[in-house]
Nanobody
Framework: VQPVESGGDLVHPGGSLRLSCAAS????????MSWARQPPGKGLEWVSS???????YYADSVKGRFTISRDNAANTVYLQMNSLKPEDTAVYYC?????????????WGQGTQVTVSS
């Protein structure tokens, strides 16, 4: 099982990016899929999640600017990021929470760099 992120780039403040998380070995529609980020010199922080029932959740810092979605046919989760700010600069990680019986397994991707700078 391996989530693979892509789409990170250098973007100007106010710009947009779309991150992708392609998940092999699991089904995104039946998993809890999340994005987290690690700003330079800081700890990991949760950004957004989408659950198997389709419900979505966002950190206050990104609410109204970021949108999480999934394409079941492509087995891919996306994070559309609009109105980007310098404080959004971070390595963004995709996480998959897969429940099997009473156990839940966490899988992390390798991360993709997002830099917001003029």
């Amino acid at each position: 099982v391996q989530p693979v992120e892509s789409g990170g780039d250098l973007v100007h403040p106010g710009g947009s990016l779309r991150l992708s998380c392609a998940a092999s070995g699991l089904t995104v529609s039946s998993s809890a899929m999340s994005w987290a980020r690690q700003p330079p010199g800081k700890g990991l922080e949760w950004v957004s999640s989408i659950y198997s029932d389709g419900n979505t959740y966002y950190a206050d810092s990104v609410k109204g600017r970021f949108t999480i979605s999934r394409d079941n046919a492509a087995n891919t989760v996306y994070l559309q990021m609009n109105s980007l700010k310098p404080e959004d600069t971070a390595v963004y990680y995709c996480n998959a929470g897969v429940t099997e019986g009473i156990l839940t397994y966490d899988y992390w991707g390798q991360g993709t760099q997002v830099t917001v700078s003029s």
